[in-house]
């Protein structure tokens, strides 16, 4: 398993949007967790459901 990525690419504008959410300090998150995003760009917000990765 990895962790969730610490930016991602904003769907509105293309620039980079940053984790804001805190990630489990020991722990891996839970499949199902969300973690927030903020776009430095456009400031939209964008939540990411965190799955398991496939097998
Ligand atoms: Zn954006």
Known sequence: MSLPPESIVCVECGATAH???????????????????????????????WEEEPE
């Open 19 to 49: 984790l804001i959410s805190f990630l489990p300090v020991d722990e891996l998150p839970e499949p199902g967790t969300a973690f927030a995003y903020r776009c430095s760009d456009c400031m939209d917000r964008f939540d990411m459901v």
